[in-house]
């Protein structure tokens, strides 16, 4: 049960969750809201809405402000690995390029010069 002394605060990219727990009914059922600040205001840049029966884990809080930065959710090395198993043992390098290009580290730009760089049998 949510309770004042176990509520989670942790942050994320610039970002702090604050739960306040501001309801109570008359079964003594808690209701949480799950605050949100940015940069360590004190007022909350905004709310999430979620269940409010219980705390927001790490991960969720992070897709949830991965969802409000752009809209798209950062993506791991795992889950290409799981999407692409075929990729596994020895592909390390093309690993870190589709990783980085889906996560808006690589620009297509620089994703082009890897993909387009032609490899012979000569070499």
Same mark, same amino acid.
């Given at each position: #049960?949510?309770?004042?002394?176990?509520?989670?605060?942790?942050?994320?990219?610039?970002?702090?969750?604050?739960?306040?727990?501001?309801?109570?009914? =008359?079964?003594?059922?808690?209701?949480?809201?799950?605050?949100?600040?940015?940069?360590?205001?004190?007022? $909350? +840049?905004?709310?999430? +809405?979620?269940?409010?029966?219980?705390?927001?884990?790490?991960?969720?809080?992070?897709?949830?402000?991965? #969802?409000?930065?752009?809209?798209?959710?950062?993506?791991?090395? +795992?889950?290409?690995?799981?999407?692409?198993?075929?990729?596994?043992?020895?592909?390390?390098?093309?690993?870190?390029?589709?990783?980085?290009?889906?996560?808006? +580290?690589?620009? $297509?730009?620089?994703?082009?010069?890897?993909?387009? &760089? =032609?490899? &012979?049998?000569?070499?």
């Amino acid at each position: #049960m949510i309770n004042h002394h176990n509520a989670p605060k942790f942050g994320y990219a610039g970002y702090e969750y604050r739960p306040a727990i501001e309801h109570e009914d =008359e079964e003594g059922v808690r209701k949480v809201t799950h605050f949100v600040h940015l940069n360590c205001d004190e007022e $909350p +840049d905004f709310v999430i +809405d979620a269940s409010p029966y219980a705390w927001l884990t790490l991960e969720e809080f992070q897709y949830h402000i991965d #969802m409000k930065q752009g809209g798209v959710e950062k993506i791991t090395e +795992d889950q290409i690995l799981d999407r692409f198993p075929e990729l596994g043992g020895g592909y390390s390098a093309v690993i870190d390029i589709i990783t980085e290009l889906a996560n808006g +580290d690589l620009s $297509p730009e620089e994703f082009r010069k890897f993909v387009l &760089t =032609e490899e &012979t049998e000569d070499a």
